[in-house]
């Protein structure tokens, strides 16, 4: 059984920045993608960032700029380094991993940006 494990919310005025990682653990034969999507409340949960196992990257629109995905293949980790940060970037953000040909979530982190 894969589990995901998200660190590094919190709480950040406006214009600031947070790190999130998100670590992989188990027994681990194929991990095709892992990123990030995020749920605000009243709202569907959006894809912000998905790296591939090759490095390709791809980014929600509202974030581009702003956000950086990336990996640590040995460690079986991803990095999402939000700069910048905005009130409407408030939201859960979860952990997604296309592991052993099968999708796996995290926990879920809040992240709340306000002054």
């Known amino acids: 059984q894969v589990q995901l494990v998200e660190s590094g919310g919190g709480l950040v005025q406006p214009g600031g920045s947070l790190r999130l990682s998100c670590a992989a653990s188990?027994?681990?034969?194929?991990?095709?993608?892992m990123g990030w999507y995020r749920q605000a409340p009243g709202k569907q949960r959006e894809l912000v960032a998905i790296?591939?196992?090759?490095?390709?990257?791809n980014y929600a629109d509202s974030v581009k700029g702003r956000f950086t995905i990336s990996g640590d293949n040995a460690k079986n980790t991803v990095y999402l380094q939000m700069n910048n940060l905005k009130p409407e970037d408030t939201a859960v953000y979860y952990c997604?991993?296309?592991?052993?040909?099968?999708?796996?979530w995290g926990q879920g982190t809040q992240v709340t940006v306000s002054s």
């Open positions: 997604y991993g296309l592991i052993n040909y099968e999708v796996t």
């Open positions: 790296i591939t196992k090759i490095g390709t990257t």
């Open positions: 188990g027994s681990i034969f194929s991990r095709n993608a």
